[in-house]
């Protein structure tokens, strides 16, 4: 099947939901190139988290992912693929 290379950029507001997206990540490890995350600390004791994960699989599989990471609370996904 052929495969692209994507990047599905994440915001997630809520990170007690951690856990569930690091499953989902590993789920689909064999399929990522690389990760990327970055907490930023906004006012106060909120804090949000930008992730980015670069991908290399069939379509079915990055919108399998990318849909099952936007169903977490808290959590939105994009998905932006190469050519």
């Known amino acids: 099947m ?3 290379i994507a990047l599905i950029g994440m915001i997630v507001t809520d990170t007690s939901h951690s ?3 690091n ?3 590993t789920e689909y490890g064999q399929y990522i190139i690389g990760r990327m ?3 930023h600390h906004k006012h106060g004791d909120d804090e949000v988290a930008i ?4 991908i290399e699989a069939p379509q ?5 992912l990318s849909g099952k ?4 609370n808290g959590v939105s996904a ?3 693929y190469a050519g």
Request: neutral net charge.
């Open 2 to 4: 052929e495969t692209r």
């Open 19 to 21: 856990t569930e997206l």
């Open 23 to 25: 499953a989902l990540l």
């Open 37 to 39: 995350g970055i907490p």
């Open 51 to 54: 992730i980015s994960i670069a």
């Open 60 to 64: 079915t599989v990055i919108s399998a």
């Open 69 to 72: 990471l936007g169903m977490l």
């Open 78 to 80: 994009k998905v932006i």
